[in-house]
């Protein structure tokens, strides 16, 4: 059961929650905990209808009276649940692309985890949104093998639904030499088959490689490959294999690591709010013993955690 920690919202009235982020937004001091009470509290859709009405009942754009009023990570939060999904994994390698460094974690968690639907979808947006080509500015933004597997990813391709036993021995044996070899070539065929195939074969292909190598494909690709390609590669086959504990990992890595990487904590709830942050909150729990909640509590503060707190839901006793 995959599972998101926000649902549309019961007897919604667009209209009433118009009123309410009018006052908030419009009154001497922004009342921050009325942003955080509706817009965390409501899905996507629904909040994109509220946008409209305030829109007619005050002839104001909602996402730039939320910019206006509100600063810093709490101001990201607020703005990022208003934008629809496609749009706002958009958004975010527009950023990661174009900003003064190429953010390439931010890259690699995006385009290793969607769907070819939300591949396509995204590089609509992506379009419609910056007028520009989604492929040309990975291509002119990066290199090498990582330029490679990143395009691979981005042209939505990934066989769907289909398996065949027969072949994941080959593919498995492929895999194992181009940890062997390492030449240019052996890369293209180990991004080929992980960019390609479907879950459901890779599922198979890494059993086979387990039985022919006696080791992991995530160990194997550790040993032989570095850089952000070898980082690629295993989020990848994280993805393939459990998608809710990838994610569990980048969130303990953002909140551990780099002292609270808010970029990567923000984008990451936000974007699978509605997808399965239930999931990604019990492997969290599962994996690393403290909640999610307790976590981000520990590193946010102000009405920035009580965002961060009200998406992710739940509390620190269970996951």
């Given at each position: 059961q995959i599972q998101g920690t926000i649902f549309p919202a019961p007897n919604f009235n667009p209209i009433m929650?118009?009123?309410?982020?009018?006052?908030?937004?419009?009154?001497?001091?922004?009342?921050?905990?009325?942003?955080?009470?509706?817009?965390?509290?409501?899905?996507?859709?629904?909040?994109?209808?509220?946008?409209?009405?305030?829109?007619?009942?005050?002839?104001?754009?909602?996402?730039?009276?939320?910019?206006?009023?509100?600063?810093?990570?709490?101001?990201?939060?607020?703005?990022?649940?208003?934008?629809?999904?496609?749009?706002?994994?958009?958004?975010?390698?527009?950023?990661?692309?174009?900003?003064?460094?190429?953010?390439?974690?931010?890259?690699?968690?995006?385009?290793?985890?969607?769907?070819?639907?939300?591949?396509?979808?995204?590089?609509?947006?992506?379009?419609?949104?910056?007028?520009?080509?989604?492929?040309?500015?990975?291509?002119?933004?990066?290199?090498?093998?990582?330029?490679?597997?990143?395009?691979?990813?981005?042209?939505?391709?990934?066989?769907?639904?289909?398996?065949?036993?027969?072949?994941?021995?080959?593919?498995?044996?492929?895999?194992?030499?181009?940890?062997?070899?390492?030449t240019g070539e052996h890369k293209n065929m180990l991004q080929m088959i992980l960019c390609n195939k479907s879950y459901q074969q890779l599922w198979m292909v890494f059993q086979e490689f387990q039985n022919i190598s006696g080791q992991d494909i995530v160990d194997a690709i550790n040993e032989c490959y570095d850089g952000y390609f070898q980082e690629l590669l295993v989020a990848i086959v994280l993805c393939v294999r459990d998608k809710p504990s990838y994610f569990a990992y980048r969130l303990y890595n953002a909140i551990h690591d780099f002292g609270f990487h808010n970029k990567t904590v923000i984008r990451i709830l936000i974007a699978r709010s509605e997808i399965d942050l239930m999931n990604i909150r019990q492997r969290y729990k599962e994996r690393y013993g403290k909640s999610l909640f307790h976590d981000i509590k520990h590193f946010a503060s102000g009405h920035y955690e009580s965002a961060l707190l009200a998406i992710c839901g739940g509390d620190a006793e269970d996951f």
């Open positions: 929650d118009a009123q309410l982020l009018g006052g908030a937004l419009q009154g001497i001091s922004c009342e921050k905990d009325v942003l955080i009470d509706i817009l965390t509290q409501r899905c996507n859709s629904q909040r994109l209808m509220i946008a409209e009405v305030y829109r007619d009942m005050y002839g104001r754009d909602l996402v730039t009276d939320l910019k206006e009023n509100l600063s810093h990570h709490f101001k990201e939060v607020m703005v990022g649940l208003m934008y629809p999904p496609a749009s706002y994994d958009a958004h975010e390698l527009w950023h990661a692309l174009k900003g003064v460094d190429t953010e390439e974690k931010c890259l690699i968690d995006i385009l290793a985890s969607r769907s070819n639907m939300e591949i396509f979808q995204m590089k609509e947006a992506y379009l419609m949104q910056y007028n520009n080509d989604l492929l040309q500015d990975i291509d002119s933004e990066t290199s090498g093998h990582f330029r490679d597997t990143l395009m691979n990813l981005a042209q939505g391709t990934r066989m769907e639904g289909y398996a065949d036993p027969s072949t994941a021995a080959q593919d498995a044996m492929v895999l194992w030499e181009a940890c062997q070899q390492k």
